[in-house]
């Protein structure tokens, strides 16, 4: 299952500092889930949680926070359609398979404690600032 609108997220370490986290994919999305995990303590974190997010990902909640701006007559910035809790994986990660790569584009399998139903491939992109996460959001 691609990462999507879960209910509970992990707190995991971004390993060896050689670099960006968003260096390469899986260290996106291990820095992601950490900032989104974080959140719950310091709401900054979710504007930095937005920055690694893809670019389909980024327009999708910029759209949501549109029309929400609209509804509610205040601007409503896109980070702030993130809730906290709500994204992440619904395991705690054991395994990471190495990222598939094809162009600009990665996918990484990500397995917990029971791979058979605990896994999930996430896709990601390479932009210029490094490797972003494509949520798989549904339209809004």
Known sequence: MRLAVLV????????????????????????????????????????????????T?????????RRTSLRHARQVLPWEMIAAGRFGLSFRP??????????????VEVLGADPKNEHASVSCVHEAGGWR???GLPEP
């Open 57 to 65: 990902s980024r327009a999708n909640l910029q759209e949501r926070a």
């Open 94 to 107: 054991k395994t990471w398979r190495p990222p598939v790569v094809v162009g600009d584009r990665a996918t």
């Open 8 to 55: 509970v997220v992990t707190l995991l370490g971004t390993g060896c500092s050689h670099g960006p986290p968003d260096a390469t994919a899986d260290g996106a999305i291990k820095q992601l889930l950490d900032d989104l995990e974080g959140a719950s303590q310091d709401p900054r974190l979710m504007r930095r949680a937005y920055g690694l997010l893809g670019p």
């Open 133 to 135: 996460v494509e949520l």
